[in-house]
């Protein structure tokens, strides 16, 4: 079962953290079949919270997607005590935040989208549902009256070795 690690970068300033908030996080991909090589057209999503019966009754993941193409079913499941926050130690630097297990699926692109969190390194103020669509946020921290930023935020796939 091939394992991929999706990690980010960014630059963070005055935030010591960013992370997925909830189980109810949704995770947007780009997907390629790993059969035939068809790519979804548009972003997938999955959540800690979905669960997917698999063919046959072998289990359950959190996507099952039929390739439009070949018709092979693939799956895609959330390693759940793979989740990490995104640490101000790390900025500017690649970090693994989550872990996927893929079956018959490899994923492409990720788009960050929304309900994120971050934590301000002056205040401990925490900034909720934060919208990384635009792969950017600024925000103002009043309780220490400073600016707050996530920015150029990327990111990458990796396998896993796990």
């Known amino acids: 079962m091939p394992r991929f690690a999706l990690q980010l970068q960014a630059e963070l300033d005055n935030v010591t953290n960013v992370s997925s908030a ?19 057209e548009n972003h997938q999503y999955i959540t800690i919270l979905d669960e997917q019966p698999l063919k046959g009754g072998r289990g359950h993941a959190s996507l099952v997607i039929k390739c439009k193409l070949c018709s092979r079913e693939n799956s895609i499941d959330i390693i759940k005590d793979s989740i990490k926050p995104y ?3 790390n900025s500017g630097q690649f970090q693994t935040i989550a872990e996927f297990d893929c079956r018959g699926v490899e994923p492409l692109d990720f788009e960050p989208r929304l309900g994120w969190t971050a934590s301000s ?6 900034f909720e549902d934060i919208d990384l669509t635009e792969k950017e946020w600024t925000e103002y921290d009043e309780r220490a009256n400073v600016g707050v930023s996530i920015m150029e935020v990327s990111s990458q796939f990796v396998k896993s070795h796990k």
């Open 87 to 89: 640490l101000l130690d």
């Open 121 to 126: 390194s002056e205040s401990n103020a925490v």
């Open 22 to 40: 909830g189980d109810d996080f949704r995770w947007y991909f780009k997907l390629k079949c790993g059969s035939c090589g068809e790519e979804t």
